[in-house]
């Protein structure tokens, strides 16, 4: 083997990324570790074998393959090429980006294919066009199917009652309550990338927690759970009204979850210490063990474990207040909780301090 060649291959077997290099026959000279791991093929099998032929016939594309054989010695290779495929022994197709590059060693052409495997990032973006096709804002949307039919059932058939009536709500409080967590799951990854915009202003608070609560008394009513509201006549905050709708619905959501029947859940509007308008949500189920305040190092909001649970117990809110905690650092605030056994649990949303209106010259 070339010298300068074996010293660059013990350089490219420590790379993360898969790495294949082919001599000017497109026959492998060198196979790393990450590429052995990613393809789960054995370097043995593929060294002294041509590439296109023999080793990968799937990459022999036009991108790949055609443009090594028009240009290996002959030109500069730099390709990059998105591939989709499925091997026999691999449990799941594996989607690639593959890079073509030249190498020239000692006045001999060589190629080098840089593999990336991008699967899990692009099982994420056909999650994400499977969930933004469920949650489209037209009729169509599967959700929003049943929701109408729900809302057309409850207002047209007012004769119904008693166990057709619970059932109608239900399925509509279960429709909402799964947009709520696909929406949530959705728009944490555009919280976290800052993708997602958040244009905050002055906002009336109480009137805010008034249109969460409304759409869930008739659902709080039919589990015996009654829910009051405590706001002052006004209390303004900086927010941003859509996004700050969707935590209140989540943190109501996971209130009426959590609340055992003929309890109360309460929503309190108030202001805190410093000024800063804050919204209490609080229910008396069941106390969490060693609630813990969200601080800066959790990534994603921490699992709250009832005292009495099983060992197997896994937080079905933790989704949910993740992005109930991403959109308070959105807004400049703040997502605490605290728990105890005779007092409930209280979930509290800070917001900032509304700013002073700012007076210009020249103005009445």
């Not at 590059?101 to 699967?119: K, N, Q, T």
């Amino acid at each position: 083997m070339n010298p300068r060649l074996s010293m660059l291959t013990e350089i490219l077997d420590a790379l993360p990324l898969g790495v294949v290099v082919l001599d000017r026959n497109g026959t492998v000279v060198h196979f790393n570790r990450a590429e052995e791991q990613l393809a789960r093929r054995e370097r043995g099998r593929a060294l002294g074998r041509n590439f296109f032929t023999e080793v990968a016939p799937c990459m022999d594309v036009q991108e790949l393959g055609g443009m090594f054989r028009d240009r290996i010695g002959r030109g500069t290779l730099f390709e990059r090429v998105e591939i989709s495929f499925a091997f026999p022994f691999l449990e799941s197709a594996r989607d690639v980006t593959v890079f073509l590059r030249s190498l020239d060693l000692d006045g001999e052409p060589y190629a080098a294919l840089i593999i990336e495997d991008v699967s899990d990032r692009r099982a994420a973006q056909r999650m994400q066009l499977t969930l933004s096709e469920l949650l489209r804002p037209d009729a169509g949307s599967p959700i929003a199917g049943i929701l109408a039919s729900c809302g057309y059932l409850l207002d047209q058939v007012p004769e119904m009652e008693g166990p057709a009536l619970d059932t109608v709500g239900d399925i509509a409080y279960s429709a909402d309550e799964l947009q709520t967590m696909l929406m949530n799951l959705l728009d944490i990854s555009r919280l976290e990338g800052h993708r997602l915009e958040v244009v905050v202003a002055r906002h009336d608070l109480p009137g805010l927690v008034e249109a969460a609560v409304a759409p869930l008394r008739g659902h709080a009513a039919r589990r015996g759970v009654h829910i009051e509201v405590q706001t002052p006549p006004t209390l303004e905050a900086m927010l941003d009204p859509a996004l700050m709708l969707r935590m209140l619905d989540s943190l109501l959501l996971n209130a009426l979850r959590n609340a055992p029947a003929h309890s109360t859940v309460r929503v309190i509007a108030s202001t805190g210490e410093h000024g800063r308008p804050c919204v209490d949500v609080h229910d008396q189920g069941m106390p969490l063990a060693d609630a813990l305040l969200p601080s800066t190092e959790h990534r994603y909001f921490p699992e709250l474990r009832p005292v009495e649970s099983d060992p197997s117990f896994r937080d079905p809110n933790a989704l949910a207040m993740t992005f109930v905690q991403l959109g308070c650092v959105a807004h400049g605030g703040a997502l605490t909780v605290h728990s105890s056994a005779d007092r409930g649990t209280t979930y509290r949303v800070e917001l900032p301090v509304p700013k002073p209106a700012t007076a210009f010259l020249g103005s009445p």
